[in-house]
């Protein structure tokens, strides 16, 4: 079955640290161009961040960069470092695997920053 699984969403302090994880099952991301969205409540989803499957490079929003950090690792899992959240962070997110005409999103890991 392919499918994608986020995991490690919660609640955090302001100032603090998440990691979000997007685990593929049923078929191997090395090809694959990978991005976390966010839908923040009343809001469209947003792209946040993207790894590229040509050329490694990654690419961040405006609101997250220098904060977040964007990585894939040899066990089929992209990761998404989140520091220094601040309660505009607040959202679902949202782990995307693209390759060509293959789509594929998770079900989503709610983080929510606030005191």
């Known amino acids: 079955q392919v499918q994608l699984v986020e995991s490690g969403g919660g609640l955090v302090l302001p100032g603090g640290s998440l990691t979000l994880s997007c685990a593929a099952s049923?078929?191997?991301?090395?090809?694959?161009?990978i991005s976390w969205f966010r839908q923040a409540p009343g809001k469209e989803r947003e792209g946040v961040s993207c790894f590229s499957a040509s050329d490694a490079s990654t690419h961040y929003a405006d609101s997250v960069k220098g904060r977040f950090t964007i990585s894939r690792d040899a066990k089929n899992t992209v990761t998404l470092q989140m520091n220094s959240l601040k309660p505009e962070d607040t959202a679902v997110y949202y782990c995307?695997?693209?390759?060509?005409?293959?789509?594929?999103w998770g079900q989503g890991t709610q983080v929510t920053v606030s005191s």
């Open positions: 995307n695997a693209r390759l060509i005409t293959k789509t594929y």
């Open positions: 049923g078929f191997t991301l090395q090809q694959y161009a």
